[in-house]
């Protein structure tokens, strides 16, 4: 390689829900951020971005509107393709035109599964061009892509300050008995009205912090439901960080939640045939705490009947298994780390 800097498009193509604007947005960053590429990020809507970065125009990444604007002469050194999105037909003959190929990457959905090592970085010729592209899967074991984690993150948590953060919010002082929690939910959760009459129930204040619901605040029984304004990634992990419990969901916000290393809960992205929930039970079959999360999780994702009380009862034996989950997950390459090794091995 020279020494210029690495050149980077990464195209996304928004499905539904922030979680692929919020991956893409995350990895086009830490690319530019901490690794000094220059990165391109192609986004079909920038509705999502615009939320969960507000402040993006002002960053180190180039964000362009696709497919109204399209790449012109020329292609970046590295092309990354998120969850099978189709490249521009013109872009892809562009890349023949390079002395040498880019490294053309898909990046895949997080999965648990097994299989995931196996297939991480495998290549795929092109059917008709000399191409190939390659599959990147995240993962959290070894032999895969890795997991998105800031290199700052462990010292802006200790610079966090919750009191402040509870009193930017209108928040009260927390109470020694309060269970504060996050709650980022799919909108047709079957168990969410149940939760909310235990959590009503509960013989100890609840106060339920709800970003991007649009609902107004409200007391019953001993649960306060609060909304909060969705907020800009950057500051949802803070969020993570000044609650007890955090409900999660989706890829990115799962994957924050376990770097909180507070106990969580996750409602997944949801399949057709249940696939999801083959890769539920696998990451609960990886997790330290698998065995004690399984009943509560598998309600929340819709099979069987959610037992608040017994949940609540167990959420202090589940702080040390996450502390040692995120601990395991941190020592080892994050992903933009990962895939810039990758890339290096292929740009010699
Ligand atoms: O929005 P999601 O449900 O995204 C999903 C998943 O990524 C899924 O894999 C994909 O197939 C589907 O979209 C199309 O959940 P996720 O992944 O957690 O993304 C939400 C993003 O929003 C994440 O980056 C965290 C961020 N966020 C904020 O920045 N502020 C907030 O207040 C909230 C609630 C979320």
């Known amino acids: 390689m020279t020494n210029q800097p690495t050149h980077c498009d990464i195209f996304c193509v928004v499905v539904d829900n922030y979680g692929d604007a919020g991956v893409c947005w995350r990895l086009a960053n830490q690319l530019a951020g901490e690794h000094g590429w220059r990165v391109r990020l192609w986004i079909d809507d920038p509705a999502p971005l615009r939320l969960l970065a507000p402040d993006h125009a002002s960053g180190p990444v180039e964000v362009q509107p696709w ?3 399209r790449p012109g002469n020329g292609c970046a050194d590295v092309v990354i393709e998120a969850f099978a999105c189709e490249l521009p037909a013109p872009y892809v003959e562009a890349m023949t035109q390079r002395p040498q190929p880019p490294v053309w990457l898909n990046l895949e959905y997080l999965s648990a599964e097994s299989w995931v090592a196996g297939c991480h970085g495998l290549p795929s010729p092109h ?7 390659h599959f990147f899967f995240p993962g959290f074991g070894p032999g895969t892509g890795g997991l998105l984690r800031e290199r700052d993150y462990d ?8 009191a402040a953060f509870r009193a930017e919010f209108d928040l009260p002082p927390k109470a020694v008995d309060e269970l504060t929690i996050s709650l980022f939910s799919y ?7 149940g939760l909310l009459a ?9 106060r339920v912090l709800r970003p991007g619901s649009g609902e107004a605040a409200r007391t019953t029984g001993n649960l306060s439901l609060y909304p ?15 609650c007890d419990l955090n409900f999660v969901r989706g890829e990115d916000s799962f994957v924050r939640a376990q770097w909180a290393a507070k106990p969580f809960v996750w409602q997944i992205y949801p399949q057709a045939e249940d696939a999801h929930r083959v890769k539920l039970d696998a990451f609960l079959a990886l997790h330290p705490a698998g065995e004690q999360l399984c009943p509560f999780w598998h309600a ?3 099979v069987g009947e959610t037992d608040w009380p017994a949940f609540a009862k167990s959420l202090p034996g589940l ?6 989950w995120a601990d395991t997950l941190a020592a080892r390459r994050d992903l933009a780390a990962e895939l810039v090794h990758f890339c290096r091995e292929r740009l010699k």
Request: glycine residues 2%.
């Open 155 to 162: 010292e802006k948590r200790a610079r966090f300050d919750a």
């Open 198 to 206: 235990s959590w009503a129930a509960s013989p100890t204040p609840i």
């Open 187 to 193: 909108p047709d959760n079957t168990a969410l009205p």
């Open 228 to 242: 909060l304004p969705f907020l800009p990634q950057v500051r949802y992990d803070e969020l993570l960080w000044a």
């Open 319 to 324: 702080v040390a298994p996450m502390r040692q």
């Open 300 to 302: 929340w994702n819709g």
């Open 67 to 69: 497919p109204q604007a």
């Open 127 to 133: 059917p008709r061009l000399p191409l190939r592209k």
